[in-house]
């Protein structure tokens, strides 16, 4: 590891602490047979981060930004990720390094908020608007962390009112088992129905029976009070 890489990873651990240690332990599930379980956290908070790769992130070299988010340190991991998301956004000749970059780690990038702070802004907004057959493949992944990259980045998809892709894996999505993936999806659902909570009602009155339940709850919070309870209540047909 070169002397800048280290000098990055020394600032970030300054700011760590036993107390901030536990607290995010519990809040990312680390005990045993949670999703979490070994993952290693410094407790180093999101503003922290931000300020120290404020000096790195277009100082670094892409091979570096790439050896820093192989770290075992989530918050390591998260400030890899928060300078390849500025480097994206701002150098355009870069794009396509990045978002190979990403597609390489996804192991690395291996919890909800790393998945959320990254997925749309790089490889969302890298597959828009004809790329949809990456995230297809990667929601048919046997990995929890690839199937949530897929549904979050899509978000790009919507903030640009194309909503096909992200119905299309949502409806993918209807038998799995895992709550974050329901909690996804159902955000992204609720996004949809921000722009046209018309094509949202028409999805959900097709699919609403068949969701888990909290990917419906997710997905109608913006809704008004008796909307909600009729298909909480699988009695759509009287709204």
Not at 221 to 236: C, K, P, V
């Amino acid at each position: 590891m070169k002397s800048r890489e280290k000098q990055l990873i020394a600032e970030l651990k300054h700011f760590s602490a036993p107390e901030k240690i536990e607290k995010a332990k519990r809040y990312f599930k680390t005990g045993k047979g949670d999703y979490a379980e070994f993952d290693i956290f410094w407790g180093i908070t999101t503003p922290e981060i931000k300020a120290v790769i404020q000096d790195f992130t277009f100082s670094l070299s892409l091979e570096e930004i790439e050896n820093i988010l192989s770290s075992q340190i989530h918050e390591v991991r998260m400030a890899a990720l928060s300078m390849l998301v500025n480097r994206y956004q701002k150098r355009a000749d870069e794009r396509k390094t990045i978002a190979n970059i990403y597609l390489n780690n996804t192991k690395h990038i291996n919890n909800w908020d790393l998945v959320d702070i990254s997925a749309a802004k790089i490889l969302g907004a890298h597959s828009f608007p004809g790329d949809s057959a990456t995230l297809l493949r990667l929601s048919k992944s046997s990995d929890l962390w690839e199937q949530r990259i897929a549904i979050v980045s899509t978000h790009h998809f919507i903030q640009n009112n194309s909503f096909e892709i992200t119905f299309r894996i949502c409806k993918s999505f209807l038998n799995n088992s895992h709550d974050l993936i329901h909690k996804a999806c159902g955000w992204m659902l609720r996004e949809i129905g921000k722009r046209s909570q018309k094509e949202l009602i028409n999805w959900l009155d097709i699919h609403y029976k068949d969701m888990p339940r909290t990917m419906l709850r997710y997905s109608i919070e913006r809704f008004d009070e008796n909307t909600r309870l009729s298909y909480l209540n699988g009695q759509i047909k009287n709204i």
